[in-house]
């Protein structure tokens, strides 16, 4: 039993190896990458539109929407990064089904990797909406004692962020692989079963969390506005 796709080593030339999390993660990401243009080569405005389109409309508005609940006013700004992370993790999950196959997000690699794009974007959108100084600013506030805090938040909200989706997506693997050895076949088919469920939930999850954290980027960094002077007749 492995508890880890790193411990499956594909490839290895001296001190340069591939294992089944680099090669499934690339593998996903190529399937991601031709499966999103086979479905938008051809896409139609009419009535008339094929299954894929009406699939993918039908994704899109549903994360476009669930953005736009977090509180970000322009959702469609962050559609692109918010909604490949719930892509990637959900398709990680859906692959499952195919024999030989181990979700890169069972590697504690992989989930920190996810983690640091989500550090990284926080503050990117965050400086992109109110500025540098305004951004930094906010480090200080409500007094410079803060700042130390802050910085502490950042990094372990990055830190949990990745714990978090490794431990609930590694459990299930662990699990099955346990039941596989000890019981009949149906009981590890109906865990599957409900490790995609589980899957598609902690997508989920890590996807809203990310767009809470940039919501409260853009947000709390954010100049308020001057209130205009009340006209006097």
Avoid at 37 to 52: D, F, M, N, P, Q
Avoid at 216 to 225: H, Q, Y
Wanted: proline share 6%; with cysteine; hydrophobic share 50%.
């Amino acid at each position: 039993m492995h508890l880890s796709p790193d411990d499956i080593v594909l490839w290895q030339y001296g001190l340069f190896k591939i294992n089944a999390t680099i090669a499934f993660t690339w593998g996903l990401m190529l399937v991601l990458t031709l499966g999103s243009h086979l479905i938008t080569r051809r896409l139609a405005t009419g009535l008339e539109r094929s299954r894929w389109q009406n699939l993918l409309e039908i994704v899109v508005t549903g994360i476009v929407t669930q953005i736009g609940e977090v509180g970000l006013v322009q959702p469609r700004k962050y559609l692109g990064f918010l909604g490949t992370l719930f892509l990637f993790v959900g398709a990680a999950s859906l692959f499952t089904i195919v024999p030989g196959y181990e979700p890169p997000t069972g590697s504690l690699s992989t989930t920190a990797a996810l983690a640091i794009c989500v550090f990284i974007a926080v503050p990117l959108f965050g400086i992109a909406e109110s500025g540098l100084a305004e951004y930094l600013n906010a480090y200080l506030k409500p007094t410079v004692i803060m700042l130390p805090f802050n910085i502490v938040s950042e990094l372990s909200r990055t830190l949990a962020l990745a714990a978090r989706l490794f431990g609930n997506m590694m459990s299930g693997t662990m699990i099955l692989a346990i039941l596989l050895t000890i019981t009949p076949f149906i009981f590890p088919v109906l865990l599957s079963a409900l490790g995609l469920l589980t899957g598609m939930v902690q997508a989920y999850i890590f996807s809203i969390l990310a767009a809470v954290y940039i919501a409260a980027a853009t947000r709390s960094r954010k100049s308020p506005r001057t209130p205009e002077p009340a006209s006097t007749t």
